[in-house]
């Protein structure tokens, strides 16, 4: 346990980058993902969104058996849109990595920079220093050390790597054939292997599970669940109890229900809560509410405008339907078109193909003819403004239970009959 000196004011983290000590479980993952890396295999680590990918990975690069062993990198991809901007994010990455700063790489760096006469203004030989440009800035200017290169030297590093590309479903849009120009790179690589994280499960269940595609078959996949809940809510009233608080286990199972189970809101839901309860004071489910219409308040204006992005008002009706109904279904059925005005079937099924854009998917189908909001604090949100988030909090336990069902169906396989 963290002494109080070195104490964050909050043991609720909202980053990704997180103490071991306010890390909630994982410990399963932790080990099966370092297991299979050790063993020579490379992962996909897929979860949809704000489940705890990306801070999951950081938790991995600071176990002292990653430490110890490996040279880690993370990059991350979300908003590249090409091979440009992926082999900028790389570089920038890896040449100002710690690791790529001892005298034999800066030598070898600086050897690269000499072949391919350029000269980057801000490389300092001494230190190793490189700082880039960012991604979209300059990007036609930008000096490239070949990808080829890159790769090349993570194979002469005393230590192994490890790598992470986040997000890394993203390269599927790129222009170029970019799954195929890395495979012929990473399929050769002995010293270094990688984790491909992503949101987009269905993409990246195309890009590793589809005979047809450069990945197939080339890593091991692990599909991230939400916490439990048995360990959450323990992790949720440690964290009270070290700092003098505590927490009623009902208003811990709420904020689980509410959210589904999702690591983001929950965990910005009890920074909230908990930064608001004073010295030996008890939260139940009122601060809990209470806190929640407060986060809703401060996400008041980027809501408005990602509604305000949704031009066709059919659209909207349609948007509002889902909220309406949580888990919503029969969308085209005539009583549902008349009751949300969605006028109809087809201008139902666009406006469920635009709202389920994968650059921004603010619907996302559950099961086949089912769909909900993909961020649930949007769906709340919208319960705020139409004056029904009361019904939201009553109905938290049940819409859970009903999701998870739909999420996760037991298949009970009949037994041969004697
Ligand atoms: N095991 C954990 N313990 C405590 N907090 C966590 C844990 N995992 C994630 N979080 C918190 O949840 C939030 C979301 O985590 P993270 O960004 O890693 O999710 P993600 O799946 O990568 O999301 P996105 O799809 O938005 O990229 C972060 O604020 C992080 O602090
Ligand atoms: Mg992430």
Not at 262 to 267: F, G, K, L, R, S
Request: charged residues 25%.
């Amino acid at each position: 346990m963290a002494n109080k000196g070195t104490r964050p004011a909050n043991p609720f983290f909202t980053g990704i980058i997180i103490p071991d000590r306010y890390f909630c479980d994982r410990e399963q993952e932790t080990k099966t993902i370092i297991d299979l890396i050790e063993n020579g295999n490379n992962v996909v680590l897929k979860a949809q969104r704000r489940i705890g990918k990306s801070s999951l990975v950081h938790h991995i690069f600071n176990q002292k058996r990653v430490q110890e062993d490996y040279n880690t990198l993370y990059i991350d991809l979300f908003g590249t849109k090409n091979y440009n901007d992926f082999h900028i994010a790389f570089q920038n990455k890896l040449i100002n990595a710690p690791f790529a700063r001892t005298a034999k790489i800066k030598r070898n760096f600086e050897q690269i920079l000499k072949d391919i006469n350029v000269s980057l203004g801000s490389y300092d030989p001494a230190t190793g220093q490189v700082s880039l440009p960012s991604i979209g800035t300059t990007p036609a200017q930008m000096p490239r050390i070949p990808l080829e290169e890159l790769f090349g030297f993570l194979e002469t590093t005393k230590k192994k790597n490890l790598i992470v590309f986040d997000e890394f479903q993203q390269i599927e849009y790129y222009p170029e054939r970019m799954a195929a120009i890395l495979r012929s790179h990473i399929q050769q690589m002995n010293n270094t292997k990688f984790i491909f994280s992503g949101s987009s499960k269905h993409m990246l269940n195309m890009m590793f599970m589809n005979h047809n595609k450069p990945f197939y078959k080339s890593s091991s996949n692990i599909d991230l669940d939400i916490l439990d809940y048995n360990k959450y809510e323990s992790f949720v009233s440690g964290c009270f109890e070290e700092y003098g608080k505590s927490i009623a286990p009902e208003a811990i199972r709420f904020v689980y229900d509410l959210f589904l189970g999702e690591t983001a809101p929950m965990q910005e839901t009890m920074n909230h809560v908990f930064g608001k309860a004073g010295r030996k004071a008890s939260a139940g489910i009122p601060e809990i509410k209470e806190s929640v219409a407060a986060i809703l308040e401060s996400k008041d204006e980027s809501f408005r405008t990602l509604l305000n992005g949704i031009e066709k008002e059919k659209t909207r009706n349609t948007l509002y339907c889902i909220a309406a109904q949580g888990i919503a279904s029969n969308l085209t059925s005539s009583r549902i078109m008349k009751d949300y005005a969605l006028d109809n079937a087809s201008s139902v099924q666009n406006a469920l193909i635009s709202l389920q854009d994968d650059n921004n998917p603010i619907v996302r189908k559950l099961t086949k003819g089912t769909y909900i909001i993909d961020d649930r604090m949007f769906e709340l949100w919208i319960a705020r403004e139409g004056n029904y988030l009361d019904i939201k909090f009553e109905t938290a336990s049940d819409r859970h239970q009903r999701q998870r069902a739909l999420e996760r169906p037991s298949f009970q396989p009949t037994a041969p009959k004697s």
